[in-house]
């Protein structure tokens, strides 16, 4: 993450000190992905993370594929033990979600409270931004 910051921080330096569009032209598409990836990034963190601590418990997965859009987006719902409910978005890596209700492994990361990484029989998956919390 440091070094995409100086990335960004370099080509702005550049653009300044040239005045060049090339430099403008990366600036801004670095500073677009820096700006998507500073909210993604501790999530992805803690999910690899997780599992190596290896604090897991069981749970229920819904997932719910929105098509409405140019690309499906997912969520899910997961009902962990304790009557503790979480609502998110994530992004499948390597695997196509399917719609509906299955039994998950749920892995936690110390000082979170919502799930940090979630495995199913489909394939596993991470919130991809701060989760919300459903009322039971």
Do not use: C
């Not at 550049?14 to 005045?19: E, M």
């Not at 997932?63 to 987006?73: A, E, R």
């Not at 695997?95 to 029989?121: D, H, K, N």
């Amino acid at each position: 993450m440091r070094g995409l910051m100086m990335l960004v921080v370099g080509l702005g330096m550049g653009g300044l000190l040239t005045n060049h569009p090339v430099y403008w032209m990366l600036f801004g598409f670095f500073l677009l992905v820096t700006i998507g990836s500073r909210r993604t990034s501790p999530h992805v963190l803690r999910a690899a993370k997780a599992l190596d601590i290896g604090l897991k418990s069981k749970g229920f997965a819904k997932i719910v594929i929105n098509k409405s859009g140019d690309t499906p987006s997912f969520h899910a719902t997961i009902d962990v033990a304790a009557n503790s409910k979480w609502r998110f978005e994530f992004i499948p890596t390597g695997w196509q979600p399917r719609e509906g209700e299955a039994p998950v492994e749920v892995f936690g990361y110390p000082g979170v409270e919502w799930p940090a990484l979630i495995r199913s029989e489909q394939g596993i998956f991470y919130p991809r931004d701060d989760p919300e919390r459903v009322s039971a």
